[in-house]
């Protein structure tokens, strides 16, 4: 039987169950998944958001295939005002170093914001004297290692605080009940995970 997890995955957690030096992992969640359940792709430690776990592998190659191209929406805050320019540039498509390789980003749905509904970081972010910040929403049809940080900084605007808020049109704020928090596990049913594609 195939079943689907959304977790809001916590700031300094991998993305994995197996230990990686002092991290917490996705084993030190207080919730018991089944042993055949994985992660479908990743966030990096210092990023936080929404992670699907299953055991369906057709999904799983679903959205782990590049050429499906499935969308994935993040809320950035960066340092500084962004810009009207920056937000033309990011969505047009940036020049990124990948492993010593340059890379141009696929064209991206990029909008200046404000700032968005998500629980209080632990730790919060360290701001800088004099040095104001803002949002943005950024959505993806592509995975790069480290992307959206490597992205934004290339248009002058540092990454400062990451948020994975959706995967194809299931979002944080669809978990029925209260808005979830860093480390909340819930269970949807096969019939809404086909939202993460369709």
């Known amino acids: ?89 990011l969505s047009s498509g940036v020049a990124i170093s990948i492993n010593g390789k340059q890379y141009q980003t696929l064209p991206a749905k990029v909008m200046s914001i404000a700032e968005p509904v998500l629980p209080d970081r632990d730790p919060p972010i360290r701001f800088r004297k004099n040095i104001p910040t803002s949002w943005v929403s950024l959505t993806l049809h592509e995975g790069k290692n480290r992307q959206v940080r490597r992205m934004t900084a290339a248009v002058g605007f540092p990454t400062l605080r990451l948020a994975r808020w959706s995967i194809g049109k299931i979002s944080l704020a669809d978990k029925s009940g209260n808005f979830p928090n860093p480390g909340d596990v819930w269970e949807v049913t096969a019939k809404e995970a086909r939202r993460f594609y369709d």
């Open 1 to 89: 039987m195939f079943r689907y997890f959304l977790i809001y995955k916590p700031f300094g957690m991998l993305s994995q169950f197996s230990r990686e030096g002092d991290h917490a992992t996705l084993a030190d969640l207080d919730f018991d998944f089944p042993k055949d359940i994985y992660p479908v792709g990743r966030l990096d430690a210092d990023s936080e958001g929404l992670l699907l776990l299953t055991n369906d592998n057709f999904l799983k190659t679903k959205l782990l295939e590049p050429r499906n191209r499935h969308t994935r929406t993040y809320y950035v805050q960066v340092e500084g005002n962004v810009t009207s320019e920056a937000c033309e540039s």
